[in-house]
């Protein structure tokens, strides 16, 4: 069985006071600073979720609450001709 080759990451002018909240949660979350560190890339730039469209069902409802549909496509038509 062959072993996986990993990529090493080195980043340049890092903030001192962001390796020092890195390194605190990392101790907080019982991990390595690199184990933290990859663990949050993973969470920001893994998987997308994918959201169903039956998730937007009466989104910006609140938008049309006094307005009357019919007026309203009526007034769109109209300015079509203009």
């Given at each position: ?11 340049k ?43 937007l ?9 006094d ?6 496509v ?9």
């Amino acid at each position: 069985m062959e072993d996986a080759v990993m990529a090493t990451l080195n980043i340049k002018n890092f903030p001192d006071d962001l390796y020092q909240q890195l390194q605190e949660r990392a101790e907080r979350e019982h991990r390595s600073l690199a184990q933290q560190v990859t663990h949050l890339l993973e969470e920001s730039a893994g998987k997308s979720k994918l959201h169903s469209i039956l998730e937007l069902r009466g989104l910006g409802k609140e938008l049309w609450k006094d307005v009357d549909p019919v007026a309203h496509v009526r007034a769109e038509r109209d300015s079509w001709d203009s």
